[in-house]
């Protein structure tokens, strides 16, 4: 389906809206790179948004943006109807944003992690605790809340990673690659939660390399290319669409009737 362009006023019954959002980035001797050109799309609550394309679409710039973490060129975007241009700060506290190369302190154990993020929050101590003690069961981390963060695998400081976006219990979810480079039972937990957070009412867009994933989880998907908004909709509305069975072939088809107009060809999922 075509994108949707949102009204140019907030709608108080979306969670996440983008308004024409376009980022260019300016490089050395007046050269410019355009990573996302004309964006718009909402999200409502309790649904999942999964944001599709290849490396270099433009998915992680888009995400960046809505988590108030690069400023746009131009357009805005509202969470939870509070615009982020005006905002940031009240934003950024209805935000859970993760991102693949999100670091953590070494030295602290997922305990003190979660501790220390809960009190940038203004959370009160026990607050605090019985968060983490929900987050810890929540993604099956009670072997490990009491090691330091260097000692940890790939897979449990993901894990970490969630819990740290969680603790403030935000109604807006934005995850960039959460499974990227964990085995299948962590990347299974994950997946699981997300689940689980669409089913607690919460807000969820997140971009991802694997369809499969996006298949079981999404209600609507983006697909981005070059940092345009190709098309979105239903899964079933995108196969209708493109005569496709699943969404590899649904993308390819859309880039390569693009590439048509523009000499371009098809790129590599």
């Not at 992680?60 to 509070?82: A, E, V």
Request: a negative charge; aromatic letters at 6%; charged letters at 25%.
């Amino acid at each position: 389906m075509t994108p949707q362009t949102p009204d140019t006023e907030t709608d108080p019954s979306y969670m996440i809206e983008a308004h024409h959002l376009r980022k260019v980035f300016r490089l050395p001797r007046g050269r410019h790179v355009e990573a996302v050109r004309d964006v718009s799309l909402h999200v409502e609550p309790g649904e999942i948004y999964g944001l599709l394309g290849p490396n270099g679409a433009g998915k992680t710039t888009f995400l960046r943006m809505l988590g108030t973490i690069i400023t746009p060129t131009s357009g805005y975007c509202t969470i939870d109807g509070i615009r982020t241009d005006v905002e940031p700060g009240k934003a950024r506290g209805r935000i859970g944003f993760l991102s693949g190369n999100t670091k953590l302190y070494g030295r602290l154990t997922p305990t003190e992690i979660l501790q220390y993020f809960g009190r940038l929050y203004g959370m009160s101590p026990s607050l605090i605790a019985e968060r983490t003690d929900e987050l810890a069961e929540l993604l099956d981390m009670n072997t490990f809340m009491s090691r330091r963060c260097n000692a940890l695998s790939t897979g449990q400081l993901q894990k970490v990673s969630i819990a740290r976006v969680l603790v403030h219990d935000p109604p807006v979810l934005i995850l960039d690659e959460p499974t990227l480079g964990l085995d299948i039972m962590t990347s299974r937990t994950i997946l699981d939660f997300i689940a689980s957070a669409k089913d607690r009412g919460r807000s969820i867009i997140f971009s991802t390399h694997y369809m499969t994933e996006a298949e079981l989880l999404c209600d609507r998907i983006g697909l981005i290319h070059q940092g345009e908004l190709l098309a979105e909709g239903s899964m079933s509305a995108l196969y209708e669409e493109t005569g496709a069975t699943n969404l590899k072939d649904a993308f390819l088809h859309m880039v390569d009737e693009r590439g048509a107009v523009n000499g371009e060809k098809a790129p590599v999922l």
